[in-house]
C-alpha cells in the first residue's frame, strides 16, 4: 500500500521541482523542498575550545537542539521560536553561551529562518566549505563549540550584503535589560545600516510560490513511511 502510493505521488513531486527550477533558475529553492526531517549529517571531529560530553548535551539540550548543533540537522522552515521574534537583545549559542547577534542586525528575510546581516565579532562565527546534498553551501557553526547554527549567503541587505541563515535551535535569546555578563558588541565585518525601514525591513528574499503545495507533497510521503515504519 505504501509502494503503490509513493509511486502515485512520485510524478507530482518530480514536476513541482521542475516548476520551481524554472522560475528561479538557481539551485536554491531545491533547499527548501528537502523534508526537513531527513536533513543532517554526522559532524566532523574537530578541536574547539569550549567541549562538551554527549551525554551532558543530550540531558540539558532538547532533541531538536542536539539534532540541529551536533548532527548539523535543520527545523522546519517558519517553526523556529526566534523567526518572528522583535525583541531587544543578544542571541547566543545554545550549547556554550557564546554571544554571537545582536538583535540590530536581525532582519525579516522571508526565508522562514532568523536572519542576520552582521556579527558581533567577526570570529565568533567560523565558515566552513559544505558540500553535502550534491550541492555547495557555506556552513556557519559556533567558534567556541562547534556548533552548528545553520548556513551563510552573500544576498544580504547593506550595507554587509550578508545573511547569516539560522536554526533557531541553534540559539538563546538574552533580553536586553536581563541580568548577565556584559558583553561587546563591536568588531563584526560591517556597521548598522542608517536606515532600519529602509534597507533591513523592506528587505525579503525571494520564496517560492509553489513551497506550500511541494511541502504537502512530501509531509504526505514522510507520514506514509512514518507509518509504514512503525
Known amino acids: 500500500m505504501a509502494a503503490r502510493l509513493l509511486r502515485s505521488m512520485a510524478p507530482h513531486a518530480t514536476m513541482a521541482l521542475l516548476q520551481c527550477s524554472r522560475f528561479h533558475k538557481s539551485a536554491r529553492p531545491f533547499l527548501a523542498l528537502i523534508p526537513p526531517t531527513t536533513l543532517g549529517t554526522c559532524r566532523s571531529k574537530k578541536t574547539w575550545p569550549k ?50 547577534f545582536t538583535s540590530d542586525k536581525k532582519f525579516d528575510s522571508g526565508s522562514g529562518w532568523p536572519s542576520f546581516f552582521d556579527l558581533i565579532n567577526k570570529d565568533s562565527v567560523t565558515l566552513t566549505d559544505d558540500f553535502s546534498y550534491g550541492m555547495h553551501r557555506v556552513e556557519t557553526t559556533c567558534s567556541q563549540c562547534g556548533a552548528h547554527l545553520g548556513h551563510f549567503f552573500d544576498d544580504g541587505p547593506r550595507p554587509t550584503k550578508k545573511r547569516y541563515c539560522l536554526n533557531s535551535a ?8 536581563s541580568p548577565s555578563e556584559e558583553v561587546e558588541a563591536s568588531g563584526g565585518a560591517g556597521q548598522s545600516p542608517p536606515s532600519r525601514d529602509q534597507h533591513i525591513r523592506k528587505f525579503r528574499h525571494p520564496v517560492c510560490p509553489l513551497w506550500v ?12 513511511l512514518q507509518v509504514r515504519r512503525g
Open 51 to 100: 567541549t562538551f560530553p554527549e551525554e551532558e548535551l543530550r540531558k540539558r539540550l532538547t532533541p531538536m537542539q542536539y539534532h540541529v548543533t551536533q548532527e548539523k540537522g535543520t527545523e522546519s522552515a517558519f517553526t523556529g521560536k526566534y523567526t518572528d521574534n522583535k525583541g531587544e537583545g543578544i542571541y547566543q549559542c545554545v550549547v556554550c553561551g557564546a554571544p554571537l
Open 170 to 177: 541553534s540559539l538563546n535569546f538574552r533580553a536586553k535589560n
Open 213 to 224: 503545495n511541494c511541502r504537502g507533497v512530501l509531509g504526505e510521503l514522510l507520514k506514509v
